[in-house]
């Protein structure tokens, strides 16, 4: 059998006991990505030379030894590409540094192998705001895998990628992992740098592990968690050892049920599966509670001004000045920037883009961008009420499973209020998780994944990955 | 609810962006759709209430002021679309006199 397939528990234990070497890791997941990477669409790029390279060297003894992880293509890597999913970057820019993450993953004995799609600059829930290519859901291939992190999540479901990382800036590593049926885990603000990670929304970004189980996201985020002086609002707080409570089990704690999670708009079946996923939490010992986090349902407005106005800030980088594209023959500066902008973005890029100058601009500012942050505060106070109850949160990631390639490019506000369940948790800057908790029949002869999604506080990321251990099926 | 919330063709101007106008009009229905879905938040009393910036508590993060490594110059200028004499090229800014 393909070591492809493997755990990177399982990987860890048979390169330790000399069984196989990573180079037979890279050369089986060389051949899986060459043989069903065509119709799946997850890589950008890879080089696997470089790849055979580290794992030649690399140090078993390390936590992550000999163990291949593929970037979302937004993570910077001394010489390698980072498109980011844009025209914008992808003639020619090569990464002149390591991103916080790159470092860690190395310093643990990871071999990075390839680069995996995203929407353009993380913004999307489809992976289809990609400019460079289309990523399909490897449980159906009419269907899409989530996104923005959808190539992090259909490399690791289709065996392509041992585990990945992703970023996620209002769902953008649960949604595809919901969808694709693997684990994907949001930290808490500020556990991880972001430094060299590019920036979408900076009160909301962070990086985290899409992994094939529990276990490995615990591995994962113990790697890439702690402090670095690069990133401000990333926290020096001790990181605990996330493996060690992870066989805790559920008795006695308390897990709240919010009934805004509950009501219209969520697919029968995706809501059944949630709720016998907290039954079977429930008979592991875990008391349900049923909890309200009454602002729930103004997350979509509070978070589409404020990601679109922290990303036009932020955008405001790609120029054409300094890497990327820059349009041909200007007539002078502005005409530069405009035209290499125009150029280089896509639409859901510029929607933002407008959208976030908008809201930032004289006259507009309090109106909406203030207000905004305001309700924000809203939204955060409720969770903290919520786990003045309760240990942790039971929650859909998602409304429904995935649907088609090609839905909703004319209707981006539909799109929108689909992130509704994932958003809360990147405003109030808590930690989320992703565990499968079924599948549902699409009616054309495939089965499609279905996401739980646990929150808990804030740095509680070991009490996260005990509940999600428990629920994992 | 007024059905025209943004001038899409004065912001794109503001944010840099040439827009074409099947974009222009693709953008003002779409965008007046989701600043109509943003409307729902002036119904709330906000008053007393702190905004939030960061969801935690980073304020005041301060380092030590020592100089520290840079990248080198030519790593910088590897990705630079137009260089010359070690520096980036970009069209004339002062106009002439």
Redesign the interface.
């Known amino acids: 059998m393909s070591l492809a397939t493997s755990s990177i528990s399982s990987l860890r234990k048979r390169l330790q006991a000399g069984e196989i070497t990573a180079v037979d890791i890279i050369d089986d997941l060389a051949s899986a990505v060459s043989a069903r990477d065509g119709e799946i669409g997850a890589y950008l790029s890879y080089d696997l030379e470089a790849a055979r390279a580290a794992a030649t060297s690399a140090d078993l003894s390390k936590p992550l030894g000999g163990i291949p992880i593929a970037l979302k293509d937004n993570i910077n890597v001394l010489g390698q590409p980072c498109t980011c999913g844009s025209r914008f970057l992808s003639t020619?820019?090569?990464a002149?540094?390591d991103a916080h993450v790159t470092e860690r993953l190395r310093g643990a004995g990871a071999v990075l192998f390839g680069r995996v799609n995203l929407d353009e600059f993380a913004m999307g829930s489809a992976t289809e705001n990609s400019a460079l290519k289309v990523t399909r859901n490897p449980h159906d291939l009419s269907r899409i895998p989530g996104g923005s992190s959808g190539g992090s999540a259909a490399a690791v479901a289709a065996d392509l990628a041992i585990a990945a990382l992703g970023s996620d800036t209002g769902g953008s590593i649960r949604q595809p992992a919901s969808h694709c049926g693997v684990v994907g885990l949001k930290p808490?603000?500020?556990r991880v740098s972001r430094y060299g990670l590019v920036a979408f929304a900076s009160?909301l970004d962070q990086i985290g592990p899409l992994t094939k189980s529990v276990e490995d996201a615990a591995l994962v985020l113990q790697a890439i968690a702690g402090n670095d002086?690069r990133d401000?609002?990333c926290?020096d707080v001790p990181v605990p050892d996330y493996s060690e409570e992870l066989n805790k089990g559920v008795a006695g704690l308390r897990l709240g049920i919010p009934k805004e999670y509950f009501g219209e708009g969520i697919d029968p079946a995706v809501r059944a599966h949630v709720e016998a996923a907290a039954k079977r939490l429930q008979a592991a010992g875990a008391e349900l509670v049923d909890i309200s986090l009454p602002h729930t349902?103004?997350a979509?407005?509070?978070y589409?001004?404020i990601a679109p106005a922290e990303a036009?800030s932020n955008l405001?980088r790609f120029?054409?000045?300094?890497?990327?594209?820059?349009a041909a023959n200007?007539?002078?500066?502005?005409?530069?920037?405009?035209?290499s902008?125009?150029d280089g973005?896509g639409?859901e890029v510029?929607?933002r883009?407008?959208?976030g100058?908008?809201v930032l601009?004289s006259g507009y500012y309090d109106?909406?961008y203030?207000?905004?942050?305001?309700?924000?505060?809203?939204i955060?106070r409720d969770f903290e009420k919520a786990f003045e109850q309760v240990d942790a949160i039971l929650t859909p990631v998602a409304p429904s499973p995935a649907r088609k390639i090609g839905g909703y490019a004319?209707?981006?506000?539909h799109e929108?209020?689909s992130d509704i369940f994932t958003l809360g948790p990147?405003?109030?800057?808590?930690c989320a998780i992703s565990v499968p908790c079924g599948t549902v029949p699409s009616g054309e002869g495939t089965e499609l994944p279905v996401g739980l999604q646990i929150l808990a506080p804030?740095l509680a990321e070991a009490k996260l990955l005990r509940v999600a251990k428990a629920a994992e099926l | 609810m007024a059905t025209e919330h943004i001038d899409v063709r004065y912001v794109a101007g503001l944010a840099r962006l040439e827009l074409s106008e099947e974009e222009c009009a693709v953008f003002q229905r779409q965008l007046d759709a989701i600043l109509g879905h943003a409307e729902s938040l002036a119904a709330f009393d906000v008053t007393g209430i702190e905004p939030t910036s960061y969801p935690a508590p980073v304020y005041d993060v301060m380092r030590e002021d020592v100089p520290g490594e840079s990248l080198p110059r030519e790593a910088v200028l590897a990705n630079a679309p137009d260089q010359a004499q070690d520096q980036i090229r970009v069209p004339k800014v002062i106009a002439d006199a």
């Open positions: 020619g820019y090569k002149p540094y808490s603000y500020g009160s002086r401000s609002t926290l349902e103004h979509v407005a509070t589409y001004i036009s405001s120029d054409g000045v300094r890497y990327g594209k820059r200007p007539d002078d500066l502005l005409d530069l920037y405009r035209r902008r125009e973005f639409p510029k929607r883009i407008i959208l100058t908008y601009s109106a909406y203030t207000r905004a942050q305001k309700v924000r505060t809203l955060r004319d209707d981006p506000l929108y209020l990147n405003l109030a800057g808590i804030h």
